[in-house]
């Protein structure tokens, strides 16, 4: 059965009450990101095979692990994780733009 509007909202406020400091600023851009109008603009002939051609890639090459990303640029996952727990040197700055 759905919660209402209400107990959805109270369920949230509880879990951001627990959250630690070092991921409320993940939760906040998060956020951000799915109540900006700019996002529900409609995808372009240009972004469908831009999508299918990832896609394609994907399934013809599989995945990457994370490990391999980051040693692309020169960092393991130690520095990843060490990065994760420092604070947001620029914390107003948006994610996507």
């Known amino acids: 059965m ?3 509007l209400q107990q959805e909202l109270k369920q949230a406020h509880a879990l951001l009450d627990l959250l630690p400091p070092a991921k409320l600023g993940a939760v906040r851009s998060l956020l951000e990101v799915m109540v900006d109008d700019e996002d529900d603009e409609e995808l372009t002939d240009e972004d469908r095979r831009a999508i299918k051609v990832g896609l394609d890639s994907l399934e ?3 995945t990457v ?3 391999e990303v980051l ?3 020169g960092l393991t996952m130690a520095d990843f994780e060490k990065m994760a727990q420092e604070p947001d040197p620029h914390p107003t700055a948006k994610l996507n733009g």
């Open 2 to 4: 759905a919660l209402d």
């Open 60 to 62: 013809k090459h599989g």
């Open 71 to 73: 040693a692309d640029f």
């Open 65 to 67: 692990s994370m490990e």
